[in-house]
C-alpha cells in the first residue's frame, strides 16, 4: 500500500521547502517511488493537484505567508507578493531592476528566439553588445549555438531563470504583442500608474516599442522588421548557393527525373 494523500503532501513540502531550483513533477515521482515503490504515479501527481489548491485557498489556517507555483516546468515555493516590502527589508535588499537597454533586448530574444545579435540591432537599431553581456551575466539568457551562415553569428534563447524570474510555467504565457498594444485606455492608464510593476509587465511594456515605431496596429513596424532580417538571411543564402549547372544551350541542364 502506497503513502496516504496527506504523507505525500507532507513529503512535497519538505522536497519544495529545501530546493532552491523549481523541482518538476517527474522528478518528485521518481524520487517519492524509489523510496516507496508502492506509491502510483497517479497518487503523487494527485497529491500535487491537491497541495496547489490548498496554497491557493485563502481560507487556510497556515502558511499564508507562503505560495506553491508552478514556475518553469516545476514547483517551487515563493512569499506572498504583499509581503516583499517586508521580505525586500529584512534581507536589505531592492528588487531585482533591468535597464530599458536590457528590457529591450531580453524581449526581442523572449519573442524571436532563437536569433542572433544581428537580428536584435536591426530591430532596437542600436548596437546590442552591453546589454547582452548584462543578460548573459544573470543568466536569463544562453547561447544555443552558432548559425549555420556567413560569420557564423551565436545565437541566443532564454533559459530557466528567465521564466523564474518573471513567473512563468513556459514561453506560452508570455503575453502577445498585440495583447499588449491593443490594451483600451483604461486598462493602459492602470498599467501605467503601477508604481512597482511585475516583472512581466515590465517585459510587456519594453517589448511595446516594438509596436510603437509605426502607427498601424497590426504590428507593421514589428512585421517589417522581421521581414528586413528574413531578407537579408535569404539574400546571404542565395550568394553561397552554388550556381545551377547549364546544358548545352545556355539553360539549366535538365535532371535525368524531369519529364520528357
Same mark, same amino acid.
Given at each position: 500500500m502506497g503513502l496516504a494523500s496527506d504523507r505525500l503532501r507532507s513529503v512535497i513540502e519538505s522536497i519544495l521547502l529545501i530546493s532552491p531550483d523549481p523541482v518538476p513533477v517527474g522528478r518528485l515521482v521518481e524520487v517519492i517511488r524509489i523510496e516507496d515503490p508502492a506509491t502510483e504515479e497517479s497518487a503523487v501527481r494527485e497529491a500535487v493537484s491537491q497541495l496547489l489548491a490548498d496554497y491557493q485557498s485563502p481560507d487556510r489556517a497556515v502558511a499564508q505567508g507562503l505560495r506553491v507555483e508552478e514556475v518553469a516546468g516545476g514547483l517551487q515555493f515563493r512569499t506572498t507578493p504583499d509581503n516583499a516590502p517586508f521580505v525586500r527589508r529584512f534581507l536589505a +535588499? *531592492?528588487?531585482q531592476r533591468l535597464t530599458k537597454a536590457s528590457l529591450e533586448t531580453l524581449s526581442i530574444i523572449a519573442y524571436r528566439q /532563437?536569433?542572433? *545579435? /544581428? %537580428?536584435? %540591432?536591426s530591430i532596437r537599431g542600436v548596437d546590442a553588445g552591453a546589454a547582452l553581456k548584462n543578460l548573459l551575466d544573470r543568466e536569463l539568457i544562453k547561447i544555443l549555438g552558432k548559425r549555420e551562415e556567413v560569420g557564423r553569428p551565436i545565437v541566443y534563447g532564454t533559459t530557466p531563470q528567465f521564466l523564474e524570474f518573471f513567473g512563468l510555467k513556459s514561453l506560452a504565457e508570455l503575453p502577445t504583442l498585440r495583447e499588449f498594444h491593443e490594451l483600451d485606455e483604461e486598462h493602459q492608464s492602470r498599467v501605467d500608474a503601477l508604481e512597482q510593476p511585475t516583472p512581466i509587465e515590465e517585459l510587456a511594456a519594453a517589448a511595446s516599442f516594438l509596436v510603437e515605431q509605426g502607427e498601424d496596429e497590426d504590428l507593421e513596424a514589428l512585421d517589417q522588421a522581421v521581414h528586413a532580417v528574413d531578407q537579408a538571411k535569404q539574400k546571404t543564402e542565395d550568394t553561397l #548557393?552554388? /550556381? +545551377? #549547372? %547549364?546544358?548545352p544551350g545556355g539553360g539549366p541542364s535538365e535532371s535525368s527525373s524531369g519529364d520528357a
Open positions: +535588499a *531592492k528588487p /532563437p536569433c542572433t *545579435k /544581428p %537580428e536584435v %540591432e #548557393a552554388p /550556381p +545551377a #549547372a %547549364e546544358g
